[in-house]
């Protein structure tokens, strides 16, 4: 079946360098994917998404790029820092009129150090 | 506004029991999702509302149950509880439901089935 997931299980970054997590998808009927933060203990928190006709977005400090070739997105941290340290999951929405479904991905940890 | 507010926070069950995971949310979200995620696995979807008196199936239904009968609630009903449900339940909601995928989500419900 379809399915959302990532190449990197962990991903050790020194602080201040840039992070690169990658993420591998194989539905092209997706119309969003999103990059969602979760920090040990509590819920994901949404960072960005991109919409499937885009290439890229850029947010404060993040940018998402999607190549949709060979299907595959990717997030990137610039200048990360301490609190960037969490687990990062990609996730592939398709826009349906009885309601959305979000498909997530298996997560990858990013660990920064000091 | 407290956002999506999940209750208990921890449960531990016995096989064969019932219960009930309170799923709240004060922002007058038309779409409400639960969620399960295990450890090494991303979130899957159990069940979903895009409003109330309308529920829908995720991709893990089986064994769980929910209702909408107003838009701020949507509790999720484990009727005969096995270990196989031992996981981390959240509860996620967005305003609508043609959502580009940013969902927010509940601090999780942590249960375990012995």
């Known amino acids: 079946g379809e399915s959302v997931g990532l190449h990197l299980p962990t991903l050790s970054v020194q602080e201040g360098d840039n992070s690169i997590i990658n993420c591998a998808y194989s539905?092209?009927?997706?119309?969003?994917f999103i990059w969602y933060k979760q920090e040990s203990g509590k819920g994901p928190q949404f960072i960005i998404d991109?919409?499937?006709?885009?290439d890229k977005r850029q947010g404060q400090r993040v940018t998402v790029l999607l190549n949709k070739t060979v299907k595959h997105l990717s997030l990137q941290i610039a200048a990360t820092q301490p609190g960037d340290s969490a687990v990062y999951f990609c996730?592939?929405?398709?826009?349906?009129?009885?309601?959305?479904?979000?498909?997530f991905g298996g997560g990858t940890r990013v660990l920064v150090k000091p | 506004n407290a956002g999506v507010t999940q209750t208990p926070k921890f449960q531990v069950l016995k096989t064969g029991q019932s219960m009930t995971l309170q799923c709240a949310q004060d922002m007058n979200h038309e779409y409400m999702s639960w969620y399960r995620q295990d450890p090494g696995m991303g979130l899957r979807l159990i069940h979903y509302s895009v409003g109330a008196g309308i529920t829908d199936q995720g991709e893990v239904p089986n064994g769980y149950n929910v209702s909408r009968s107003t838009t701020e609630d949507f509790p999720l009903r484990l009727l005969s509880a096995a270990p196989s449900q031992t996981s981390v339940y959240f509860c996620a909601s967005t305003p609508f439901k043609g959502h580009t995928g940013e969902l927010f989500f509940g601090e999780g419900s942590r249960l375990t089935v012995l």
């Open positions: 539905n092209s009927a997706s119309d969003y």
């Open positions: 996730a592939e929405n398709i826009i349906k009129a009885a309601g959305n479904k979000l498909t």
């Open positions: 991109i919409r499937s006709n885009m």
